[in-house]
């Protein structure tokens, strides 16, 4: 984990501890044992996982000044990114982990007895779901997401789970711009405001990334989030 700690303080500015550093490599290990038995990642090169998931995850901080007694919820979270690797680096900030798929949370779940994070918990639901729920809806600081759906459903997804004055953060990648430009009206019918979009360098990959960060500026309005499956099939735009 060297190269991590290299990179996480040359590029991130980020200096993660002896134990947070054992943390990560028991998740890498973990990462490459289950995945031998279910899918949960298609990048298996110790680099790669480095890279692409560790410090992919850890960009937020480019956005993000500090994430102490903060809530964070990462929707859609597969096997933990970004949302594990936030709650290692950060152990004063609060991270739900929801996704639909339940043996996906039974490895999160693993990995949080065997790390002792205190700082972790798992929800199966559909993004849909949990934003009509009272204990989830505008209950969040930070509402997340790489990889999940198109940005104009991943908004229906977020936005509502952010708390007024909270804010919603999308992973992109090179079509960041155009992404925005298409959810532009859903970002607007449901309380959110685009903030910046930040270019982020990785180390060894030739393509940037991109954050995109909305603000939630108003309340969602009650008709949001419709049924699972709407906001993929008929997107707001
Ligand atoms: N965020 C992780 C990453 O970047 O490595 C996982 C990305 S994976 C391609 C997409 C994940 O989103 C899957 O685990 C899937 O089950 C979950 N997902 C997709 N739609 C969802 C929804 N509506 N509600 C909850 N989870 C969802």
Redesign the pocket.
């Known amino acids: 984990m060297s190269t991590l700690a290299e990179y996480a303080g040359a590029c991130l500015n980020l200096e993660l501890s002896a134990r947070q550093l054992a943390q990560f490599e028991e998740l890498g290990s973990m990462l490459l044992y289950w995945n031998q038995r279910m899918n949960l990642?298609s990048i298996t090169a110790p680099k790669d996982i480095v890279v692409k998931h560790f410090l992919d995850s850890l960009t937020l901080t480019t956005v993000v000044s500090q994430f102490d007694g903060l809530r964070l919820i990462d929707?859609?979270?597969?096997?933990g990114?970004p949302g594990l690797a936030l709650a290692i680096a950060f152990p004063a900030l609060e991270v739900t982990l929801?996704?639909?798929?339940a043996k996906?949370l039974r490895f999160i779940e693993s990995v949080g007895r065997e790390l002792q994070l205190k700082n972790v918990r798992t929800m199966h639901?559909?993004?849909?779901d949990a934003g009509r729920d009272k204990g989830h809806r505008a209950s969040y600081d930070i509402a997340v997401?790489?990889?999940?759906?198109r940005l104009p459903a991943l908004m229906e997804?977020l936005l509502p789970l952010a708390k007024p004055e909270g804010q919603v953060i999308a992973m992109q990648g090179m079509t960041a711009y155009d992404d925005a430009n298409s959810a532009a009206k859903a970002i607007e019918a449901l309380g959110g405001e685009l903030f910046a979009i930040e270019e982020v360098l990785l180390p060894t990959l030739d393509n940037p990334r991109y954050l995109i960060v909305i603000d939630k500026i108003k309340k969602t309005p009650r008709q949001y989030p419709r049924q699972?499956g709407t906001p993929t099939r008929d997107p707001i735009q």
């Open positions: 990642t929707v859609g979270t597969g096997a990114f929801l996704d639909s798929t996906k639901a559909r993004a849909e997401a790489r990889a999940v759906a997804y699972p």
